[in-house]
């Protein structure tokens, strides 16, 4: 994949907001972790692995790596529609909230629509070889 690169202009907007839900799901989940983790790990790894999903796509697209940036859109994409729904038709698996429970709701939708416009921004700024 080539083309315009992806961590200028609105580009950089798009990694300072992937920075800010990596640190704001990874504290969150650390201090889950280390204090109430028997409570719900499952939860709680999912937030943790969100974390790190959020940490990936943040250095891939400050450093203009589309192709990794464009698997971690992905999988977020991915994880945000499975927990979310999974949170939705069965609350009881998530006892507590991760970032993804109920598509994001907790943190404003937005887990839910930052992959779709991660996509777009990689997209719009690719060309095929």
Request: hydrophobic share 55%; with cysteine.
């Amino acid at each position: 994949m080539t083309g315009a690169p992806v961590n200028t202009g609105p580009g950089r907007l798009l990694v300072a907001v992937y920075g800010l839900f990596a640190l704001a799901a990874g504290s969150r989940a650390g201090l889950q972790i280390a204090t109430k983790y028997h409570e719900a790990p499952l939860a709680y790894t999912l937030s943790a692995f969100a974390a790190a999903v959020y940490v990936v796509l943040t250095v891939a697209l400050a450093r203009g790596a589309r192709r990794t940036a464009l698997a971690a859109c992905a999988i977020e994409l991915a994880g945000v529609l499975v927990v979310g729904t999974m949170s939705v038709f069965d609350p009881a698996a998530f006892p507590h909230a991760t970032v993804w429970s109920g598509y994001g709701s907790g943190y404003g939708f937005v887990p839910l629509v930052l992959p779709v416009i991660g996509l777009f921004w990689i997209f719009s700024r690719s060309k095929s070889e």
